[in-house]
């Protein structure tokens, strides 16, 4: 197995030394894999049936990691926030 060495600055080093129950090389490989995940998504618009499992292990599906479309932030602003029900208790919505 190949090993990389990434340059950190002093503050964040400190960070890192302080948790040190954190598996940083996990950490990493994690996320180069949901990179590489992402990237395959948006150009196939498919992903792996590996791939899936480890999007379900770790709840996440490399649509998160992409822009809203600016018409649907649109409509979610111009939505009327005033027609909703305001609730007190639990006992408001269930019988």
């Known amino acids: 197995m190949s090993t990389l ?8 080093y400190e960070k890192i030394q302080s948790m040190s129950w954190v ?4 950490v990493v490989q994690d996320g180069i894999r949901k990179r590489k995940i992402v990237e395959t998504y948006i150009r196939d618009k498919n992903i792996s049936e590996a791939d899936a499992v480890f999007c379900e292990l770790m709840d996440w599906h490399p649509v998160d990691e992409l822009p809203f479309r600016e018409d649907v932030l ?3 602003r111009k939505t009327d926030k005033r027609s909703f029900v305001k609730v007190q ?5 269930f019988r």
């Open 74 to 76: 649109e409509n979610i």
């Open 23 to 26: 598996r940083w090389s996990r």
């Open 89 to 93: 208790d639990i006992s408001d919505i």
């Open 5 to 12: 060495t990434v340059p950190v600055d002093d503050e964040l």
